[in-house]
């Protein structure tokens, strides 16, 4: 099972109010829990010596959400973070010629467009749930992201 397959899997899970998945393929074992609010996944990767090699880039999708929502608390509680839904490559314009969606001090509303990122040849809209004032972008145009990964500071008041 390669990288690719996982992420659909993990997108698929999330998207489909499942609470818990289990898929065993040969020396691949995983394991996808999600929670009925949220529905962020928690993935649990089991894999025997011959698939080693994707352990490593699989690893940090489950790492990173557990270590960001702290570092976001810790910094200012009175802000929200908007977060990464879907692993890809994040833009902040829909097209190389096209103006940016948001910049730093823009006061967005709820359903906004704020970026757009990129999984699999497909361009996802990403829209704010909070109305606010931007404050801070967290990621640079045309980086990879992972999983969860915050994207955007608002300050909501």
């Known amino acids: 099972m390669d990288l690719k397959e ?6 698929f899970v999330s998207n489909s109010g499942v609470a818990e998945v289990k898929l065993e393929t040969g020396d691949v074992k995983i394991t996808i ?5 949220g529905h962020n996944p ?3 990767y089991v894999q025997q010596a011959p698939m080693q090699q994707a352990l ?3 690893a940090p999708t489950v790492a990173a959400p557990a270590a960001a929502p702290a570092a976001a608390v810790d910094e200012s509680s009175k802000y929200v973070t908007i977060k990464s839904p879907i ?3 994040f833009y902040r314009k829909p097209a190389p010629d096209k103006p940016m969606f948001t910049e730093v001090g823009n006061t967005i509303s709820k359903g906004d467009v704020l970026c757009v ?3 699999m040849k497909l361009f ?6 909070v109305s606010g004032k931007i ?3 967290l990621v640079d145009d045309m980086s990879p992201v992972e999983f969860d990964q915050p994207l955007f500071l608002v300050d909501p008041s």
């Open 6 to 11: 996982i992420q659909n899997l993990i997108k």
């Open 33 to 37: 829990r999600t929670t009925l609010e």
């Open 42 to 44: 928690e993935i649990t």
């Open 56 to 58: 490593p880039q699989a």
């Open 87 to 89: 692993i890809g490559t």
């Open 117 to 119: 990122i990129e999984a």
């Open 124 to 129: 996802n809209e990403i829209e704010s749930e």
């Open 135 to 137: 404050v801070k972008i």
